[in-house]
Nanobody, 126 residues
């Protein structure tokens, strides 16, 4: 059974940085065969796309709201996907989820993903 576990969330002041990790496990699962994304959901709002990365890591995609501040990357040898978040703003406060799907390229909608983590809280104070 595939499991995705996020970590790295926390409380940070505006302008600060956090690095989220999404560790995949479950045999014979290897995240190297999956495209992956990060989504986030703030209270009272729908889950929204943040960033995505292709299976090889050669293509990345970002929401306009995080472009230039967030970087998605992956280490397939470690079965892990990362989200480096810099210049954080209060509006980035949300639960962040990683997701994976068995394709070369990622999708931009939650419905396109088969596997989800449990989420990690990010809180940015002003």
């Amino acid at each position: 059974q595939v499991q995705l576990v996020e970590s790295g969330g926390g409380f940070v002041q505006a302008g600060g940085s956090l690095r989220l990790s999404c560790a995949a496990s479950g045999r014979p699962f290897s995240i190297s065969t999956y495209a992956a994304s990060w989504f986030r959901q703030a209270p009272g709002k729908e889950r929204e796309f943040v960033a995505a990365i292709s299976r090889s890591g050669g293509s990345t995609y970002y929401a306009d709201s995080v472009k230039g501040r967030f970087t998605i990357s992956r280490n397939n040898a470690k079965n892990t996907v990362y989200l480096q978040m810099n210049s954080l703003k209060p509006e980035d406060t949300a639960v962040y989820y990683c997701a994976a799907r068995d394709t070369v390229l990622p999708g931009l909608e939650p419905v396109e993903y088969d596997y989800w983590g449990q989420g990690t809280q990010v809180t940015v104070s002003s």
